[in-house]
């Protein structure tokens, strides 16, 4: 086959380069081949219909299929470059419902959760495709998170579990879209068995990057139920299970990078650099950090870094705060709304009330006295003096009602 480039294309069809290059991006071009940075084009590719025109819109099938298989558009290549969440989007005119659905999901990335919602119920009251109603519905979840709201919560999971499902390779990517919410308030019931010991395969290739980000939240979510007793793994006990994590996810942060699959990257990042937060290596969890702001802080993406500031505590203030003063102003007061509503929807999932009054220092002396740790070695991690931990752990005991033993059900 005869190859030709994104600049004589483009003269060949009279759009711009630029243009030709989102086409590529956007999967639009069949048998574009990536070569580096460049694309190169078969000589006989035709010309992609363009869905702004009125002419493009009626020669469109109504049920054209998502620009990828997955309802979890963001975490694709389709946004492989920091700073060009909002160029990205834009480059999805020509297909109406994906473009609503990467920007409902890069505002959710920001905490625009206001505009999240309104795309979630658009896309919901369109009866749009499979994938689209499954990422929707994630996302009215993600809001009653924010929110609090347990009616949304179980409204949004009763809209993936009637999403238009045709094949059991759809009802595989809906488990796990179902599991991938339960998963944000550290529940980790719901996963299939295959999902568990990090098998993919009955998901479709575009759906990786996303999986592999739920997978580590799994992970993750073990190794800290089992370090806080709330969970029994025989052998296994303490911060055992949480230092072997990274020997998963290190892979997989690689294969992001090299993916190009910005979001993901984020996540998996974050997670990492939670995990060696709670075992105590700093300087690991800083170098993961710091490339995750690299990456986030060009698209403003302060939402994602609130989700993360209740597993890393004081550390993500640290590092934010050196690099971009501003942005991390902007993160704390979206950590306050996401943590209270946090909070409130888990006590009313779990049946119990969750503290969300609790300073960063507490909830840090709080999680490490529920990893068992000793005043002494709470004191040594913390950089705090022993009488000092012995008052946190009483204001703790104050504002929970309970003692350290009950810790990990309030955090």
């Not at 139920?225 to 029994?232: E, P, R, S, W």
Request: one cysteine or more; aromatic letters at 10%; a positive charge.
């Amino acid at each position: 086959m005869e190859y030709i480039s994104i600049d004589e294309i483009a003269k060949k069809w009279g759009i711009s380069s630029r243009s030709v290059q989102l086409l590529c991006a956007g999967g639009r071009i069949e048998g574009a081949t990536r070569l580096g940075r460049a694309w190169m084009i078969p000589k006989n590719a035709k010309k992609p219909v363009d869905g702004r025109t009125k002419a493009g819109r009626a020669s469109l099938d109504r049920d054209m299929p998502l620009p990828r298989k997955t309802p979890f558009l963001y975490m694709s290549d389709l946004y492989h470059t920091p700073g060009t969440a909002d160029e990205v989007g834009a480059g999805l005119a020509y297909h109406h419902e994906a473009q609503v659905l990467f920007e409902a999901e890069v505002a959710y990335s920001r905490g625009e959760i206001d505009r999240v919602y309104e795309s979630a119920n658009y896309l919901l009251s369109k009866h749009s495709g499979f994938y689209a109603v499954l990422s929707a519905g994630m996302l009215l979840a993600m809001c009653a998170i924010w929110k609090g709201d347990i009616d949304m919560w179980r409204r949004a999971k009763i809209h993936i579990a009637e999403a238009p499902a045709k094949s059991d390779f759809d009802r595989d990517t809906m488990q796990v879209a179902i599991s991938a919410v339960d998963i944000m308030l550290y529940n980790v019931q719901s996963f299939p068995k295959w999902f568990q010991i990090g098998c993919f395969e009955p998901l479709h290739k575009d759906s990786y990057p996303a999986a592999k980000v739920y997978y580590a939240k799994f992970l993750y979510a073990i190794a800290y139920a089992v370090a806080t007793g709330t969970l029994k793994l025989q052998g296994a006990e303490g911060l055992y299970v949480m230092s072997s994590v990274p020997y998963t996810i290190e892979p997989m942060i690689c294969w992001a990078n090299e993916k190009n699959t910005v979001m993901s990257e984020i996540y998996l990042r974050l997670t990492c650099a939670a995990v060696y937060h709670n075992c105590g290596k700093e300087e690991d969890a800083v170098r993961h950090i710091d490339r995750a702001l690299t990456l986030a802080l060009p698209d403003r993406l302060y939402g994602v870094l609130a989700e993360y500031c209740r597993a890393l505590g004081s550390l993500m203030e640290q590092r934010l705060s050196l690099l971009d003063p501003t942005a991390w102003s902007e993160v704390k007061k979206l950590y306050k709304t996401y943590n209270e509503g946090w909070s409130a929807l888990v006590g009313e999932v779990r049946g119990k009330r969750i503290i969300s009054a609790l300073t960063t220092k507490q909830r840090e002396v709080a999680k490490l006295a529920a990893f068992g740790m000793s005043n002494k070695e709470i004191a040594n991690k913390l950089g705090m003096s022993l009488s000092g931990v012995k008052q946190a752990l009483l204001s703790i005991t104050d504002k929970t009602g309970v003692g350290r033993d009950q810790f990990a059900a309030y955090l």
